[in-house]
């Protein structure tokens, strides 16, 4: 009876979980997609390239939508069973709500390890192309559209203006071209009445044929004689051809060794390797300041024999008095007239030189800084979201057993909230550790942290078949008042 009782429970949740885990992957894409959606469209790219980037981006995702998907099918399937009075039938012949949890509890420790896994394996890697990817899709320049009226800058150097072209695209009339390839504005401008264009044999370039125009070319003006001459050229032309690059409007690949480094695309072995090497840079650089400003500090006696009775007094206008004995003096005027501005000067660049080297030290301690915590992050987040996918089991299961709701409606709705309050707590916590107020681990735990009482709470509500906010005191802390009262 019990193996059956845990075949049936995985099997009904099963369906569900991977129903729903592909719904909100597939609101995830898209939600992506809107995001990025000006850096796509116009650029003349493949449905290969896209679908590769989409795939890759729905990996990486797969961790972000796992404790969704167990989270809505645990409510459907508990709720299901409630409405249709099958946990009453359980528990009516002496099996527990804990005991019919238990495929559910096997079954998410199963989903978190295998997120945990993608985490630190696959969705790195995963990241990597899809971010090398969405880095070149917003690097290409849109594809090349002539529109009439408007003037086209796609063209390095080159402005180009149509008055109107034909339905095929291949003729264009009342052309006007500036030439920026001098760098001097522009001096060389190019009219047409009309004009064909074709691409070359290898697609390489654009040639434009242009017909019955005039080309105007500014010179250099001449200062000889101390008079500026403005020469201008004049060329009509019945036919002129003009070839455009078309490479700079290709697809350029990054290499994937350029992200590589980034905390996202990092594994646990990977991740602690950079935090302890971040540490020892971190060491090396703070002893590479002592040996760089020791030189700078330099003690000499100002009177050998007296020594002991020299003391140094940093007086409130930050001069320095020397005082021997019971008398006050100012260094200065312990020092020759002849080398008194000499030695200020060496001490005011003496000040300088430390301040300078310290504070490129502080910033490059507060980068590094920086660095450490966004590694902690994502070493942190690989085990917190993990663990999310087993803890939204114990809200998610207890809630369908109290609301009595099962199919598509309740369960998604209290999903939706659920899990949007989840992904507020975590952006939350990740503010909060990389502005330094909390550490990395609670700063990732955090939602976890916050989501574990309602968890508890809700699991001891269907434990004693309460409701929702009903709490309901065990009966013997009333038999030992009744006996109190006797």
């Not at 529109?147 to 009339?173: C, H, L, T």
């Given at each position: 009876m019990l193996n059956r009782l845990d075949a049936m429970m995985l099997r009904s949740i099963l369906a569900p979980f991977i129903a729903t885990f592909f719904v909100t992957l597939f609101a995830l894409i898209m939600q992506f997609l809107w995001t990025y959606i000006d850096d796509l469209l116009g650029k003349g790219l493949s449905a290969i390239y896209i679908v590769e980037m989409l795939f890759y981006m729905s990996i990486a995702l797969v961790v972000t939508a796992f404790p969704m998907a167990m989270l809505i099918a645990s409510i459907m399937v508990m709720g299901n069973m409630s409405e249709k009075y099958e946990l009453a039938a359980f528990k009516s012949s002496g099996i527990s709500l804990t005991r019919v949890m238990m495929p559910l509890m096997f079954f998410g420790i199963c989903v978190g390890i295998i997120s945990f896994i993608s985490a630190n394996y696959i969705i790195p890697v995963a990241n990597l192309?899809?971010?090398?990817?969405?880095?070149?899709?917003?690097?290409?320049?849109?594809?090349?559209?002539?529109?009439?009226?408007?003037?086209?800058?796609?063209?390095?150097?080159?402005?180009?203006?149509?008055?109107?072209?034909?339905?095929?695209?291949?003729?264009?009339?009342?052309?006007?071209?500036?030439?920026?390839?001098?760098?001097?504005?522009?001096?060389?401008?190019?009219?047409?009445?009309?004009?064909?264009?074709?691409?070359?044999?290898?697609?390489?370039?654009?040639?434009?044929?242009?017909f019955n125009g005039s080309q105007y070319r500014d010179m250099q003006p001449s200062t000889r004689n101390k008079i500026n001459n403005y020469a201008h050229i004049r060329t009509n032309f019945g036919s002129m051809e003009k070839a455009f690059d078309l490479s700079e409007f290709e697809m350029e690949e990054t290499r994937e060794e350029a992200f590589e480094n980034n905390q996202n695309m990092l594994s646990l072995r990977q991740l602690t390797h950079a935090i302890d090497s971040m540490y020892l840079s971190k060491g090396k650089k703070g002893s590479r300041l002592a040996r760089n400003v020791m030189p700078y500090y330099s003690f000499r006696k100002v009177y050998p024999g007296k020594s002991s009775d020299t003391i140094l007094v940093f007086t409130d206008d930050k001069s320095i008095q020397v005082k021997l004995g019971g008398d006050e003096r100012n260094i200065l005027d312990l020092m020759p007239s002849k080398g008194r501005l000499q030695t200020v000067q060496r001490a005011s660049t003496s000040v300088k030189n430390i301040k300078g080297y310290t504070r490129s030290a502080v910033r490059t301690a507060e980068q590094t800084n920086e660095l450490i915590v966004l590694h902690k992050v994502a070493y942190w987040k690989k085990?917190?979201?993990?663990?999310?996918c087993f803890l939204f089991l114990f809200i998610g299961a207890p809630l369908g057993a109290i609301i009595r709701k099962g199919g598509f409606g309740w369960p998604i709705l209290l999903g939706i909230v659920f899990f949007v309050s989840f992904i507020v707590m975590t952006i939350i916590g990740d503010k909060l550790a990389q502005a330094g107020t909390v550490s990395p681990f609670i700063g990732m735990w955090l939602p976890c942290f916050v989501f574990m009482p309602i968890g508890l709470y809700l699991t001891y509500q269907a434990l004693n078949d309460n409701r929702l906010f009903e709490i309901r005191l065990p009966s013997f802390i009333f038999k030992k008042s009744k006996t109190k009262a006797v």
């Open positions: 192309k899809a971010k090398s990817r969405l880095f070149d899709i917003r690097k290409k320049k849109p594809a090349l559209s002539l529109a009439p009226g408007v003037f086209n800058n796609d063209f390095q150097n080159f402005a180009i203006r149509i008055g109107d072209k034909s339905d095929d695209d291949k003729e264009i009339y009342d052309v006007l071209i500036y030439d920026h390839t001098s760098r001097r504005g522009n001096d060389v401008q190019t009219l047409a009445e009309k004009g064909e264009m074709s691409m070359t044999n290898n697609d390489r370039f654009l040639k434009m044929t242009l085990f917190s979201q993990a663990f999310a």
